[in-house]
């Protein structure tokens, strides 16, 4: 379990971080995650399902 660990904590710290863009048309959202390779897909999924709310058009 410790060497797991370890190997773990060597593994997210040679790992370079990655960089992930989003923008919704719709509503404007930007998103810019920079991250670990194994955090940026989850991070990356929640702006992918957000509620969209579009800006109210002018007449």
Do not use: W
């Amino acid at each position: 379990m410790l060497a797991e660990r370890i190997r773990q904590a060597f593994t997210r710290l040679t790992t370079p971080m990655q960089t992930a863009t989003y923008k919704c048309h719709k509503c404007g959202l930007s998103v810019k995650i920079t991250n670990y390779p194994d955090r940026i897909e989850p991070l990356l999924d929640l702006a992918l399902t957000h509620r969209c709310k579009p800006p109210a058009k002018t007449l």
